[in-house]
């Protein structure tokens, strides 16, 4: 579907200014005029086509802009604006020779002859070189803005934003737009955390577990975009309500040797970097590694006050204060190899893997103390150690057939196969006293093994159907196959050996198969109004089962019909209004189907559901973009309501609290959110975004309910004071959160940077420093319940200051442009750190 919000204002700007025929530069956008008088041009059946690519990136360049011009002279006799695709096409011309100029802020236009004839002339690919200069034998492009917003996403270009440098992924998440990123590292959009989080438009392996713990473990300074797709179209997998963040990590395609090395040390993490990139002709190797190392302190302490029927009866206390320690690491590699056996013919292949290790120790002091039942008072240490081993690895090709003289043409096949496997032991002992000392008179220990192998086919077809129709269909295929293994062992007393505990100890195979077709048909309804509606059916089977328990082996089936659907209306150049429906399905992950049970904390005990049901969301939108004098603003306004909603549920049996998931609730969600970026000068550019959200939490099962407001808002501003000195401000401030059975803290974060340019343009030298004026935050949470309340506050240290190093080298030169499809397995509701639901 067309948008022409930034786009439309230069192209706009460029005719009535009559841009010459020469490179731009990165100045203020000047603004368009009020009214734009075209010479006459003649008239005919001729018509050229074409696409606009980045010359690096090999991706479109949205809304290029494209000026026909006559052999001499610089007054523009036709001309239009390239689609998201960057695609363009320019009708009713008259047979003769022309230049073609292509242009848009921060590349160097390109001008060449192009003959027009009586009928249809396909230009193929044309590429445009972002303004650079060359640099010995490196060659540095210019700039884009740090925020874009385009037709059906908002994208924040990661690699432009230097406070990244030597963080890991949740850093980066945090400066998203439309993203609440806590300070545990859950992920939410408009305060929903049903998302679905992909890399390179693929599900990983390293997100399939703990979605906050994987965030972690991948470093800022591969990631080189993060897309947020709020309503998202029938060719993505039915999965994440509340919509999809892609991130994108980087890749170079341009011919020849070239790479980085990079590396950072700061007092609360660390890493090295390594990318190396080789093409010659037809073949392209693309491999890049990284290493990492973090360590976190951290302190807690929660109270809970129990009832006898109504909070004026207390029946018990308990006090709990807790400290300790925790270090990890790991590392994450990649390689991709792409080939052209011939032309329109294009065979990627691509394989990458990731390890993590960490432990954490921690001492815990419980204080129970019971009003009605005395001889059930305790007073306990628990020392516990935590061990978490991880190591995935996706493996997927990818086959794209394009057309001659058919650019919009496009058929793929797509395979991938991705295994992920946890071990998470953990050994506790248990003393008497406020103390760790002496002989512990209880102990436990776990070895807790988790499986998740996934397999995926997918093949895409897109026919155009004249010049502004076309049909896209698709099918796919997901088989989930799902093992958690967990066994515990305990002693009771100082001597004796340990003895399996039967009741607590399973295993327990999940499978799920999912099948889906799609078709999407986008059309115009007039000149300034074009429309888009799609479906998805998706047909899901389910087999659970436990080893020592085969009658508890269960099935379930469904089949889901998922619409969507979206028309735009552009009523003048840069101003565009879109209106979006879909609805989506959330279905439960292994972090929440999950039965085995935690009880490292032995009066709060978690658990996952393995019979929960899919959420459906209906979502609503209505965004306005416009471009106004270089600057680029987006209005939302949005609803959403899910049904079967899978919450956490908490209940009391007499001193144990029990967390676990349950669909219990029907939550609606009505809000809005603002977006803008402007450059008061050449060398300052200044974006901002808020999100207000009115949330509604109703749970019949439970009989309780919940609603309030919840925000966030953020500024980001980068500063160039000399051509190879800069600084750039992060900031953002968020509410506390509604949940169903209480609220989570509000926080806030902030970061500073500044980059220097040194060894010839060729190295980077990169100072961060992260909430450099509080040593820790206190991340508190209250649960209010007929039975109970709970208060819980956790300190986690958030200081930081660390000093990266980049360093870039090799020769470089253009590469002919390639297709590229990717499978977007987006269909699973992913876990949150515990405690933080």
Known sequence: MKHTTLATGLF??????????????????????????????????????????????????????????PLTGDTPIDGTVADEKGRFNLRGLAPGTYRLQL????????????????????????????????????????????VEVKPDRIVYNADRDLTNKGGVAADVLRKVPLLNVDLDGNVQLRGSSNIRVLI???????????????????????????????????????????????????????????????????????????????????????????????YSPSASNARRTDFGGSPDNVVSTLNQDGSGDNIGGGGFGRVTLDYDPAKNHNLTV???????????????????????????????????????????????????????GQPRREWSVLGQHSRNRNQQPYSLDQYDGYTATGLPNYRESSDNLSRNLETTLQTDYVHPIGDKRSVE????????????????????????????????SNRFDYDQNVAAAYATYGFPLSKKLNSRVGGRLERTDIIGRFQQNDVTRFTSGYTSLLPNANISYTRKPGNTLRLAYSRRIQRP??????????????????????????????????????????????????????????????????????????????????????????????????????TFTYVVLRSGFLNTSNEGLIFNINANSTYKFTKSLSAQFFGGINSSRVQLQGRAAAWNWYSIGIKKTILKEKG??????????????????????????????????????????????????????????????????????????
């Open 200 to 294: 390179n438009n693929k599900p990983s392996s390293i997100l399939a577990g703990n979605l906050a713990d994987a965030l972690k473990q991948l470093p800022a300074d591969q990631i080189a975009s993060v897309e947020v797709i709020t309503t998202p179209g029938a060719k993505y997998d039915g999965e994440g309500t509340a919509g999809i963040v892609n991130i994108i990590l980087k890749k170079n395609n341009l011919q020849g040797v070239n790479g980085s090395v990079g590396a950072a040390a700061g007092n609360r993490s660390s890493n090295g970097n390594f990318s190396l990139n080789v093409r010659r002709g037809k073949i392209g190797v693309n491999t890049s590694a990284s290493s990492y190392l973090y």
């Open 103 to 146: 242009s848009f802020l921060g590349y160097a236009a390109l001008t060449r002859d192009v003959t027009v004839t009586s009928g249809a002339t396909d230009l193929g690919t044309l590429t445009l070189a972002a303004t650079a200069q060359q640099l010995g034998d490196v060659t540095v492009t210019g700039e884009k803005e740090t």
């Open 12 to 69: 706009v700007a460029a005719l009535g200014l009559r841009l010459p025929a020469a490179a731009q530069t990165t100045a203020p956008v000047p603004a368009a005029p009020k009214a734009l008088v075209l010479p006459e041009a003649p008239k005919g059946n001729g018509r050229l086509t074409g696409t606009v690519l980045d010359a690096a990136t090999k991706k479109p360049v949205e809304f290029a802009t494209v000026a026909l011009l």
């Open 473 to 504: 269909l698709g099918a796919k295929t997901i088989l989930r196959r799902v093992l958690s293994d967990y066994q515990i062992d305990t002693l009771r007393g100082e001597n004796g050996a340990f003895l399996r505990d039967n009741l607590r």
């Open 764 to 837: 980077d030298l990169t100072l961060n420093a992260d909430n450099f004026l509080s040593a820790r935050r206190d991340l508190n949470s209250r649960v209010s319940t007929p039975f109970f309340e709970l208060e819980q506050h956790n300190y986690i240290a958030l200081r930081g200051v660390r000093l990266a190093f980049g360093y870039r080298f090799g020769k470089i030169e253009n590469a002919p442009p390639k297709p590229r499809r990717s499978i977007r397995n987006d269909d699973t509701k992913a876990g949150e750190t515990q405690g933080q639901q």
């Open 350 to 404: 691509g394989f990458s893997g990731n390890l993590n290790r960490n432990n954490s120790e921690s001492d815990q002091t419980n204080d129970f103390v019971s009003r009605v039942r005395p001889a059930d008072n305790e007073l306990f240490t628990r020392a516990t150690n935590y061990e978490y081993q991880s190591h995935s690895f996706d493996l997927n090709g990818t086959y794209t057939r394009t057309f001659e």
């Open 589 to 690: 992950q292994i972090f929440y189907l999950n039965p085995y049970e935690n009880r490292v904390d032995k009066f709060n005990i978690s658990r996952g559901n393995p019979t929960l049901d899919p959420e459906f969301t209906d979502s609503y939108e209505l965004n306005y973009s416009t471009f106004v004098k270089g600057s680029v603003l987006n209005f939302s306004l949005f609803t959403r309501q899910t049904n079967n909603a899978i919450e956490a549920v908490r209940t009391q049996n007499l001193d144990i609290t029990t967390t676990s998931y349950d669909n219990i609730a029907r939550n609606r969600s009505y809000g809005g959110s603002v977006f803008g970026s402007f450059k008061p000068t050449t060398k300052w550019e200044v974006s901002g975004s808020s």
